[in-house]
């Protein structure tokens, strides 16, 4: 299975999408900053990482996903610093043969990600 990963501090902009001949399942996961957090309006929100120990962290989730789901690719995108509301900060991307293994693999990699991943976000 190929991997990426990446942290930025820019806006993100979607790879090219790079994927087989036998592949029939493209998942992706666009995480946008909302306007409020915890009922209060903000502007933005402010994201900071322990970038070794994320990287660590994704990298044993991305071995689980290999060995649960046929994945051809993950990538993920994770933006730091200050992303304002109506933004990304998180992109996903995931390709299978099938879209049952492709929808359930996304899932899985977010929900893992926020139980494992030292990502924090303060809100602005």
């Known amino acids: 299975m190929q991997r990426e990963l990446i942290f930025t501090n820019d806006p993100i902009a979607e790879p090219v999408r790079q994927m087989s001949d036998g592949m029939g399942a493209v998942v992706t996961f666009h995480g946008v900053v909302r306007g409020e957090e915890n009922g209060a309006p903000i502007t933005a929100i402010n994201y900071e990482a322990n970038e070794p120990m994320a990287q660590h962290q994704f990298e044993l989730i991305f071995g689980a996903m290999e060995k649960q789901w046929p994945l051809e690719s993950v990538r993920l995108i994770h933006r730091l610093g200050v992303v304002p509301v109506n933004e990304p900060s998180l992109w996903v991307e995931v390709v299978a043969a099938h879209r049952a293994e492709a929808f359930a693999a996304c ?11 030292p990502i924090w976000k303060r809100a602005l």
């Open 107 to 117: 899932k899985f990699l977010i929900d893992e990600m926020k139980q494992k991943v």
